[in-house]
């Protein structure tokens, strides 16, 4: 009976030992939580285009014959933590035989073509990777635009400041000196 005791004290010792650096919790393993954060994690480095990528990632897995958990969860496995978790998130609910249109709410919003076309295949039943490459495309295409656009407002916004930098400087190293050099003649001329 004290061996038995034992070895269950050991694998429980086991399970809530601290992890090692990098590696993920046994409880973030067994119970995803829903992510509802914003995309981008602070430091994380990740973005829309990230979600662009794991899209891609998840046509091509699908289009090789994976099954739509077995590709999530690949795709999850070799994306940044972010992305990861919501992947995890969508994986652990198709498991748990959540509808797939279902399994992507509460994710952010830049997953809904993803969710659109997974659900759509899935009504229709046909493959989903076209879709998937499609709705990538669109992500890639909307975070095109909000960067332009992100880059037009800040040309505007640069103008006055180098406008209050450069007019000064401007009025003070040209039209200074040559209104000083047009005085000291008019005044050297004048008798």
Do not use: N, Y
């Amino acid at each position: 009976m004290s061996a038995g005791l034992v070895g269950l004290l050991t694998l429980l010792a086991f399970c809530l030992w601290p992890a090692r650096r990098g590696a993920t919790p046994v409880a973030a393993q067994v119970a995803p939580v829903a992510p509802s954060g914003p995309v981008v994690g602070k430091g994380s480095g990740e973005g829309r285009l990230a979600v662009a990528e794991a899209m891609d990632l998840l046509s091509l897995a699908l289009g090789s014959g994976a099954a739509v958990v077995s590709a999530v969860e690949e795709v999850a496995a070799h994306a940044g933590p972010v992305v990861a978790a919501h992947l995890r998130h969508v994986a652990a609910a198709l498991r748990w035989g959540v509808d797939p249109a279902a399994a992507w709410e509460g994710l952010p919003e830049v997953w809904r073509p993803a969710a659109q076309a997974m659900s759509m295949a899935t009504l229709a039943g046909v493959p989903p990777g076209p879709l998937l490459r499609r709705a990538a495309g669109d992500v890639r295409e909307v975070e095109r635009r909000r960067l332009e656009e992100s880059a037009s407002r800040l040309s505007v916004r640069i103008v006055i400041p180098l406008g209050l930098c450069f007019l000064p400087a401007f009025g003070l190293l040209t039209v200074v000196p040559i209104v000083g050099a047009l005085a000291s003649e008019l005044m050297a001329g004048m008798p």
